[in-house]
């Protein structure tokens, strides 16, 4: 079902084509304006469906199918689909498909839209989904009675700046709901193509009336919905920016400096060159958090630890009561150990007034303790055999004289 469905996603969308975000300087992006998605069809077609109102509901409907029109299975005749598109765009398409897709994701998961949420690309440019919609509702008899869709969802990037949303169903549960509508009492399910006409008498087609224009007003709030979100929460890609700063900050130390002998990373979750630490053995120099430190400069270098000690706890099981430990009335009481976590610090201090000391934390992480510490005793081990190999050639001059 999921296979066809997305076939028929394709189908509509014949003729847009895809195109991957081109590369950008950082300079670019960082002074480039803040992206806007626009999508007009959401007012037009909101619009629309108001004016198309009528107070019999199967009128509405038939109203709502002169405009839109389901869909056929083009490889299964007589088969009807519930089919609409809108596209988001913006003018300034400064982002990383991957990074907008993780934006997207996270605003269906809050909206309900997280059943089988897949990428349906390896080029990370679509993404898929399901949920359940609510489309129609209305009280007869003592019961509610609901219909449900369970439209399939596709985001695709299309043209680099395009973001193509596609909702598509083909069927309808409909459901009686007793005992103050939390109870369900009947149900069952209906192909799109098996309740029209809707001027026909028959059973549940008022229902199905409401849940046909219910469909497409669900479809274009959501369409708001989304476009509000990503004028919010993805004006700009954050996530790309934080990539090309940190390509930039390393290209302007390799300029400076040359190629740096080591790196020292994984102190931060988060990409950024101040949380590393940059050795350059021909350059002489340390950087790390912005500063510059020269090799002669270094003093000396030390780990530190500063746990912090979460006492154990006493746990009683059985009958009675536990008082500082000591079980009374026949209870066992034991006590969970005490935790050490170590948070370790590398001290390194600096012959410089500017910058006296630097502190690195890395947490409970030893062996990246123990690393850092390594490269610094390196540094301060060469540094004091050449003064000593200074010491020697003076002292060897003077016995010459």
Known sequence: MRKILYSIVIFFSLGLSAQTTTDISYEKARLAPAMNWECPEIKKYKELLLSLKDEDCKIYASNVMEHFKPGEDPTSQGRLFLVTQAVLTTDNPLFNVHNLNVCLAEWLRKHGWHKEMRYVSDDDKSLQTIASLNVSSHATFGLQNKVFVFPSLTLKVIDGNKLLVSFVTDHYKYVDYAENGKKESFSYVAKVAEVYPFEKKGSYKKSFAKAYVGTYQAFWNI??????????????????????????????????????????NGLSKTLDINNE??????????????????????????????????????????????????ALGGAESSRTPDKTIHNY??????????????????????????EIASVFEYILRHQKEGKEDVQKQKTATRRKM
């Not at 090309?244 to 080591?262: F, I, V």
């Not at 610090?345 to 502190?359: A, G, H, Q, Y």
């Open 223 to 264: 369409i708001s919905e989304l476009k509000n979100y990503l004028n919010t929460n993805f004006t700009r890609d954050t996530k790309m920016l934080e990539q090309l700063h940190y390509q930039y900050s390393k290209d302007s130390l390799n300029t400076k400096y040359g190629e740096p002998d080591m790196v020292i």
């Open 345 to 370: 610090v590398v001290d390194v201090k600096i012959d410089n007034l500017s910058t006296p000391f630097i502190r690195i934390v890395v947490g409970n992480n030893d062996k990246k303790a123990t």
């Open 277 to 326: 630490v940059y050795i350059f053995e021909k350059a002489g120099k340390v950087v790390f958090m912005g500063k510059t430190i020269n090799f002669e400069d270094i003093l000396s270098c030390e780990i530190v630890d500063d746990p912090k000690l979460i006492p154990g706890k006493s746990v009683t099981t059985g009958m009675g009561i536990a008082f500082f430990g000591l």
